[in-house]
């Protein structure tokens, strides 16, 4: 039936295999979702067309096979009334039937196995669909959760920067106070030796004038005193 072409990758379809490729989890179960539940309507009227099929074949053949013990009977009591002829039309007419019988039996079992497929195919349908919309839920909280955990990530990273950035102000701190080191023992180099002798000069010279000023007012004092 053109129904179960249609439908067979539904039976064969693996949605863990799916999932697992994916890069996208979430996305292809939403996807295969709609497809899903698109098709569920389409398989549960083919399921129901089918199914009524089987009980259309499974009554005929009944029927048949009713009418066939029908005739047995008739042919039974026409030959207990006396009437052979009759008895042998009755068994002619359950021999047709008989050739029937086997033909209607060919199409229900055909009939019988169509609907037992399609049943098939609708009951895993439902079943991916419940398992998925499940799947669904599941994923959509561990997204939630790995989008927390690379936000964390984020801001760990940025840190991380931060830290980076402080220890290179050290490195260039260091070689801010290296060039000023640099540049005092540079300017002591540059100012020239010191004159030990100007020093000592300036040290006596000094001290020389002081006394020579007090004995001249001692000399005054003694003067006076005569």
């Not at 009524?52 to 013990?69: G, I, P, S, T, V």
């Not at 980076?164 to 000023?180: C, D, H, P, T, Y």
Request: with cysteine; net charge negative; charged share 35%.
């Amino acid at each position: 039936m053109s129904i179960l072409k249609r439908f067979k990758n539904i039976m064969s379809s693996n949605i863990h295999a799916l999932l697992d490729k994916a890069e996208d989890p979430e996305k292809l179960i939403d996807q295969h979702l709609r497809n899903l539940n698109k098709d569920l309507g389409s398989v549960k009227s083919e399921t129901a067309s089918v199914m009524a099929e089987e009980q259309r074949a499974k009554r005929e053949l009944d029927e048949c096979r009713a009418d066939m013990d029908k005739m047995q009977n008739y042919a039974i009591k026409a030959l207990e009334a006396g009437n052979e002829e009759d008895a042998r039309k009755f068994l002619e007419r359950k021999a047709n039937l008989t050739d029937k019988e086997t033909e209607l039996n060919q199409a229900y079992e055909l009939a019988a196995s169509n609907s037992a497929q399609m049943r098939q195919m609708h009951d895993k349908l439902v079943a991916d669909i419940g398992e998925l919309e499940s799947r669904r839920s599941m994923l959509k909280g561990k997204a939630a959760v790995a989008k927390t955990q690379q936000r964390i990530n984020k801001i760990g990273s940025s840190i991380s920067g931060a830290g980076q950035s402080i220890s290179e102000f050290g490195r260039m701190e260091e070689k801010v106070n290296k060039a000023l080191d640099e540049a005092r023992a540079m300017a002591e180099l540059n100012s020239g030796p010191q004159d030990d002798i100007k020093d000592l000069t300036a040290k006596y010279g000094g001290s020389s004038v002081n006394v020579d000023g007090e004995l001249a007012a001692l000399k005054a004092q003694l003067a006076n005193k005569e």
